[in-house]
């Protein structure tokens, strides 16, 4: 059930590709390994969607910014994973350290130009009800 969900003030739709940044997530998420070298997130299973807010209020909307000499179009990124139960606190936190690390090096030159927080946190179970229905699986899980 691994999934990473992206929720971005709508202004960076016009100054970066944001498919290009699911592409990239999707990517590491799929080189993170547990202690016993096992792959974490199964290829079939990882999802990575970004929706962007047309409509949003951030901070103190734009005073600093101006103050500092920016626009004070203040931008704001939200990346979300679940992880199902049975992972161990050092791999989840690794698997927070290898996302956070693309998230930074992919908007490091929006930030080098405009005032952006971004935020990931990982949200790991207790599932009340999970199901899954899905063709993908079987492509990836040939012995």
Known sequence: ???????????????????????????????????DGKQVFPTGGTRVLAYPAPHYAVADGGAAGRAAGGTGDYAFVYLNVRMGRGRSEATQQRAGQTLLEVAQAFFAPVMAQRHIGITLQIDVGPEVFDAKHSNLHPLFNKV
């Open 1 to 35: 059930m691994p999934h990473l969900v992206i929720l971005y003030t709508g202004q960076l739709d016009h100054e970066l590709s944001m498919t290009a940044l699911c592409r990239q997530m999707a990517d590491a998420m799929l080189t993170v390994k547990d202690e």
